[in-house]
């Protein structure tokens, strides 16, 4: 079974979740790019590769609004960004539902420029709608609507109930629970671009023995260290022509 992380794998979503993070942070409702200030855009994009559950756009937002005249170059190291985190308010699950609502809200006032802000990665997308029989699942932090949304606006017909979300707070290690028990299978292969994914994943189910086999989606949203580092960890770095020799093969 392949399962995808979305976000950063299967989509490119970092201009939408930059301008949704910053709606969500100041309360605006801006629809495009230019309506936010640039500087705190490339600050945003320059950190992304640092948000885990997506609630985290929101204090990182915050932050970037709040050092901008720092310069649009500065790059948290982990501890840093470990630190402005831990102090966040509100809950994190408020703050991933204000993205979820101000997702929403962006949507309902101009869908297309919402679809706008996205990209498919290519050549992997096309090879996912070509090999259509190959069975996977999505997994991801993202909310359930905006991912079939997506899925179905780029030409991608999967079913609803094979979209795993982060909808009410739910974790990739919940989903990657109910997966293993609709499924039933003994392995599983997993992509994602978030280097803490996969390790918080691999201490979960791989202890006794291997249940997901893991890998770094080298054309995400990666740190300048990650991919080095997934390899000091077993982890392989695939590229897109990798996934697609993948679902070549048969089941």
Known sequence: MLIFD?????????DEVAVTA???ATRSLCTALAEVPADIIEMFKNNRFHVQPIGDAVTLMDWCIQNRTGGSSKILDEEEYRAIVEKAEPALTDRTNLIYDTRRR????????????????????DG?????DRPYVILTNKNHE????LCRHFGLDIDAEDIYSGDSGVTKIANMLQIRARFDGETYFFIDDSLKNLKELDHRFNQAKQLLSLA????????????????ACGYPVYRQTDMLAMLSLPD
């Open 106 to 125: 962006f949507i309902e006032k101009d869908v297309e420029r919402w679809h706008a802000l996205h990209r498919t990665y290519q050549p992997l997308w």
């Open 22 to 24: 910053y709606n969500a």
């Open 128 to 132: 996912l709608i070509r090999y259509k």
């Open 216 to 231: 770094l989606a080298s054309w995400g949203y990666i740190g300048a260290q990650d991919a080095d580092e997934a390899a």
């Open 146 to 149: 905006a991912t079939l949304r």
């Open 6 to 14: 979305f976000d950063g794998v299967l989509i490119s979503s970092i």
